[in-house]
């Protein structure tokens, strides 16, 4: 291969080493949040999973993993929460704990994010 040839693909491949590099510093970062995203308390409200397979997430929103899914009847424990979005598509999400062993196997005491509307308290 010609040197000037091999020194264009050098350059492109530093270019796009380079490129791929500050996207990966100017991305969000949705790491798992805890308690301190909340903005209202919640007094040991016990509630009720209505729906099947909803995401227990790592943080207020669907920008954060799911530790795993709930199913109906599995129950937690709402601590706090947060509400998220713009006034016409406004989301509240609760940091909450598992009661009991959920059913997809997440164990009791888990922590995490469950969206609002897909529970029921009491």
Known sequence: MPSNVRRRLATLTTAAAVLVGAAAIAAPNASAVGSSACR?????DTSTVTANG???????GTGYA??????????FVVHCGVLKGTVAHRQAWLYSKLLHRSKSRL???T???????????G
């Open 40 to 44: 209202y308390n919640v007094t040991r």
């Open 54 to 60: 909803v995401n227990f997430r790592t943080g207020p």
């Open 66 to 75: 799911a530790k795993g899914l709930l199913y109906k009847g599995d129950t």
């Open 107 to 109: 164990p009791a005491g």
């Open 111 to 121: 922590w995490g994010w469950v969206r609002d509307g897909f529970a029921v308290s």
